[in-house]
């Protein structure tokens, strides 16, 4: 008898401990809008259907966000109140390739800081000209190369060679 009490006693905490729980910030897509409504899905959403989302701090109009729904591959959420129904949208983030799909002359990035990670290279071409960084050097390789400087232009190294 103790030992079916004991299990009732560690199930009911069990129980009190998963109500206490909340959600944490998590990631999320954007179903639909419509009415005015944003619509997103999320995993570990108990109600497996799309709720409603509030449109968080972000640099971005409901309008801007309307007309550029289809290119966010995902959001970033949060919960009011640990409530899954009141998901808080904190961050979007979109596909390059799709925007590029969208607009094949220009993509424009504008932030105060961009940040490029990469394992082993990073390569940037443009015509004739690339720059390739990788773990040990950085590469310029170009028709014409030009250096500018408001102020000094200083080339430092342990060993420098021209030509």
Request: contains cysteine; aromatic residues 4%.
């Amino acid at each position: 008898m103790k030992t079916d009490t004991l299990i009732e006693t560690i199930e009911t905490k069990a129980e009190e401990y998963l109500e206490k729980i909340t959600i944490q910030a998590t990631y999320g897509k954007i179903i639909r809008i419509e009415d005015d409504e944003i619509w997103i899905d999320f995993d570990n959403n108990p109600d497996t259907t799309p709720v409603i989302a509030k449109l968080g701090c972000l640099h971005i109009s409901f309008d801007e966000l309307e007309k550029s729904v289809e290119l966010v591959e995902s959001v970033k959420i949060d919960f009011e109140d640990g409530d899954t129904q009141k998901p808080v949208i904190r961050d979007i983030f979109c596909s390059i390739s799709k925007l590029r799909e969208q607009n094949d002359e220009e993509i424009n990035l504008t932030a105060k800081k961009i940040v490029l990670n990469a394992e082993t290279e990073i390569q940037l071409t443009c015509g004739n000209s690339t720059v390739v960084l990788n773990k040990k050097e950085i590469f310029n390789e170009s028709d014409n190369l030009v250096s500018t400087s408001r102020n000094s232009n200083r080339i430092m190294g342990a060993d420098i060679q021209l030509n």
